[in-house]
Antibody, heavy 124, light 107 residues
Framework: EVQLLESGGGLVQPGGSLRLSCAASGFTFSNYAMSWVRQAPGKGLEWVSVISGSGVSIYYADTVKGRFTISRDNSKNTLYLQMNSLRAEDTALYYC?????????????????WGQGTLVTVSS | DIQMTQSPSSLSASVGDRVTITCQASQDIRKYLNWYQQKPGKAPKLLIYDASNLETGVPSRFSGSGSGTDFTFTISSLQPEDIATYYCQQYDSLLYTFGQGTKLDIK
């Protein structure tokens, strides 16, 4: 059974940093691209970043580019999101999501499994 | 970035009704369009991928169609458990984008 478990969320002041983790199990982690998707309270879904299974291909939404860094440790089956220079508008529930298709070097962009999310609140 | 425009933003329908949601892309995305269902307090669930392919285990009352810039999502006979918010998402560009969502409730 595929499981994705996010952690690392919390309350942080504007300008601060936070690192989110997503522990994966139930599938061959290194064979699948992974994404972070966020949802501000009461709002819609916003894709944040994607990393291919190999870690070679990485893309970011314009709203986080230069501030957030996605990475993965395939030996630990874990996905990360390092978030720096946090702003109030980054307040959201952050989900990790698995690509549906097994493609190691690139990402496909169809998310068949999602975690339950970890809440990030940026406030003074 | 590719913009996705969903309509309507909210919708009330009766059990048994046929429900249709549309999604328009700001440029040609070929067939690279997914539909997700999100119930309150839950993570999104993939229903349709590649515009018209039903994900395994999803009831056949859900369907999708379209290509290029115009897409449609249909529930053929609305059931009480279908109350949720539905999102389209494009993946033609590697900067994925979601529609703003359609909140569906029972009349």
């Amino acid at each position: 059974e595929v499981q994705l478990l996010e952690s690392g969320g919390g309350l942080v002041q504007p300008g601060g940093s936070l690192r989110l983790s997503c522990a994966a199990s139930g599938f061959t982690f290194s064979n699948y691209a992974m994404s972070w998707v966020r949802q501000a309270p009461g709002k819609g879904l916003e894709w944040v970043s994607v990393i291919s299974g190999s870690g070679v291909s990485i893309y970011y939404a314009d709203t986080v580019k230069g501030r957030f860094t996605i990475s993965r440790d395939n030996s630990k089956n874990t996905l990360y999101l390092q978030m720096n220079s946090l702003r109030a508008e980054d307040t959201a529930l952050y989900y990790c999501a698995k690509d549906r298709d097994q493609v190691i070097a690139v990402a496909v962009g169809t998310f068949d499994y999602w975690g339950q999310g970890t809440l990030v609140t940026v406030s003074s | 970035d590719i913009q996705m425009t969903q309509s309507p933003s909210s919708l009330s329908a009766s059990v048994g009704d046929r429900v249709t949601i549309t999604c328009q892309a700001s440029q040609d995305i070929r067939k690279y369009l997914n539909w997700y269902q999100q119930k309150p307090g839950k993570a999104p669930k993939l229903l349709i991928y590649d515009a018209s392919n039903l994900e395994t285990g999803v009831p056949s009352r859900f369907s999708g169609s379209g290509s290029g810039t115009d897409f449609t999502f249909t529930i053929s006979s609305l059931q009480p458990e279908d109350i949720a918010t539905y999102y389209c998402q494009q993946y033609d560009s590697l900067l994925y984008t979601f529609g703003q969502g359609t909140k569906l409730d029972i009349k």
